[in-house]
């Protein structure tokens, strides 16, 4: 079993909807999770970090953390055309900068 | 402030021969990664330094596969012989100790990558 799964396929969702994408992982001592943006030929940029379970606000993106279930998912409200991009979950623990990613799903709003 | 720097951004080569990729991570970084990303495999981390110390290199896919960090400003992934299962993006990326100064945990800076094919 992997580390972190990301199992949905790529996603299209229409200028101003709401794009939900979602991951879980397999270590249960996990303590950091990130979500990273990473557009078609570039590298991966950190747009998200949640330590503790339940939902944190940022702009347009929401994280939510359900430690108890092992999965982490994010919300992108408002969803524009820049959003489209290809989303990596990553996990990790406290004191190691060690981050397991998922393979990432692709998101495309189509304006 | 300069980010994470890596050469080459392009690497066209034929199996067999050595490929040496090469990173200069962020000032006062001192953690340092380098991912391989495929299509197939995703984002999958190679090897890690913690003040120039290799930490864990259990994502070297095999004995071909060697990476250096001789200081704090410099690293290198090399491939010897190369083969065209090989072909990969790979990222180096830096990191400071986590929970200095209030900072993000974990954040990991990517540099822009080194694309390399192994014909």
């Known amino acids: 079993q992997k580390e972190v799964e990301q199992n949905s396929g790529p996603l299209s969702v229409p200028e101003g909807a709401i794009a939900s994408l979602n991951c879980t992982y397999s270590?249960?001592?996990?303590?950091?999770f990130f979500w990273y943006r990473q557009y078609s030929g570039k590298s991966p940029e950190l747009i998200m970090s949640?330590?503790?379970?339940g939902d944190k606000e940022d702009g347009r993106f929401t994280a939510q953390l359900n430690k108890a279930s092992q999965y982490v998912s994010l919300l992108i409200r408002d969803s524009q055309p820049s959003d489209s991009a290809t989303y990596l979950c990553?996990?990790?623990?406290?004191?190691?900068?060690?981050?397991?990613f998922g393979k990432g799903n692709q998101v495309v709003v189509i304006p | 402030d300069a980010g994470v720097i890596q050469s080459p951004r392009h690497e066209v080569t034929e199996m067999g021969q050595e490929v040496t990729l090469r990173c200069k991570p962020i000032?006062?970084?001192?953690?340092l990664f380098w991912y391989r990303q495929t299509m197939m495999r995703g984002l999958e981390l190679l090897i890690y330094?913690?003040?120039?110390?290799?930490?864990?290199d259990s994502g070297m896919p095999e004995d071909r596969f060697s990476a250096k960090m001789p200081n704090a400003s410099f690293s290198t992934l090399k491939i010897q012989p190369s083969e065209p299962r090989d072909s990969a993006v790979y990222f180096c990326?830096?990191?400071?100790?986590?929970?200095?100064?209030?900072?993000?945990?974990?954040?990991?800076?990517f540099g822009e990558g080194s694309r390399l094919t192994v014909l």
């Open positions: 990326a830096s990191s400071h100790t986590p929970g200095l100064a209030g900072e993000n945990t974990g954040e990991l800076f």
């Open positions: 270590d249960r001592g996990s303590q950091s």
């Open positions: 949640i330590y503790s379970n």
């Open positions: 990553a996990v990790g623990f406290y004191g190691n900068n060690r981050l397991a």
């Open positions: 000032s006062g970084h001192d953690y």
């Open positions: 330094f913690n003040n120039n110390v290799p930490i864990d």
